[in-house]
Structures are given as C-alpha cells and as structure tokens.
C-alpha cells in the first residue's frame, strides 16, 4: 500500500471510527461518577442536537440511554449527558461528573502516546498517534474552563459552560 493510500485510509479510520468512540467513552465519563445515584435515569446524547427524536438512533445499554444522533460520524465533536436528580446530588459527586469525562480524555491522549514506545506494527503506531493529536482539541475544550458560543458550537451548545467551568463553578457553588 502507497504512503499516501495508507495516510487517508488511518485518517478515515480515526475520523469515523476513533472521534465518536473517543467522544462517547469522554461522555461516559461523566456518566461513571453518577452510575449509582441516577437509578436509570440518564441520558447520553451524542452529535448535533435535534429536537426531532425520530431522528435518533435510541440504545440502552447498562441503565444508561443512548440517543445518538448519525452526525455524530460526520462531525464528531458534540454530546451532553442528562441525569434527572441533578439537583439531588452532591458537591463532590457533580465534581466529579464534571471533570470525569476531561480526565478519560486526557487518558486516551497518554495511553495513545504510551503506545508509540511498545514494538508493535507501524500502522498502529499511525494510528495512536492520529488520534492522540485528533483527541486534543477534544480534551482543550473541554477542560479548559469557558463559556460556549454560538459562533464556534452551535445553537444546542451556545452559553453552555465547557467541562472545566462546569467544574470550577460546581467548586464556588454557584
């Protein structure tokens, strides 16, 4: 295979493939912190927000509905997870889903780091380091603390606050 079939084949691989897990697997983590106290009653929503439901491909799996939008595969850069007794939980257990999914995220950039240095094949070399360096403006929007706008996320995100502002306010208590 030519240097350059094999550049394009990794980067469709990492874009349609590697970005939507990376982005469910970022939203799990905050899901992981609230497993318990939500009694089944979370959602994960993945891609553009829609208002049509119909549009969405509905999974539950392990007590945690999955509404996952297909644009998800087109762009993969947006979810949210609800849980219904937010206001119910503690300081330390929203903490705790609020940085949950930054810290998965930073977790898949080092472990795909981690594996440039094992003597495995070539490929998969190009392959950990494609989605570490796709991973990173995942993992910089997210923890870095700010507010969401319209111009850069969309309407579904606008005014928004990112994970780490998320997590600093939860800190002051506002």
């Not at 007794?85 to 705790?96: E, G, I, R, T």
């Not at 998965?104 to 094992?118: G, P, R, Y």
């Not at 111009?151 to 800190?171: E, Q, V, W």
Request: a positive charge; hydrophobic letters at 50%; aromatic letters at 14%.
């Amino acid at each position: 295979m030519s240097f350059w079939m094999e550049f394009v084949l990794i980067g469709l691989i990492i874009y349609f493939v590697m970005l939507p897990l990376f982005l469910v697997l970022h939203e799990l983590g905050h899901a992981i912190p609230l497993y318990k106290v939500s009694y089944g009653k979370m959602l994960i929503e993945i891609g553009f927000p829609i208002r049509n439901w119909n549009k969405y491909w509905k999974v539950r799996l392990l007590g945690i509905d999955y509404h996952i939008n297909p644009t998800c595969f087109i762009i993969p850069n947006q979810g949210i997870i609800y849980v219904k007794n937010w206001d119910v939980l503690s300081k330390k257990q929203k903490a705790f889903s609020a940085i949950g999914g930054p810290l998965v995220s930073i977790a898949i950039f080092v472990s795909c780091c981690l594996l440039l240095f094992l003597p495995i094949p070539t490929y998969i070399k190009q392959l950990a380091t494609g989605s570490a360096i796709a991973i990173l403006p995942q993992i910089i929007f997210t923890a870095v603390p700010m507010v969401y706008t319209e111009r850069f996320f969309g309407k579904g995100y606008a005014s928004l606050p990112s994970d780490g502002m998320r997590f600093i306010r939860i800190l002051k208590n506002e």
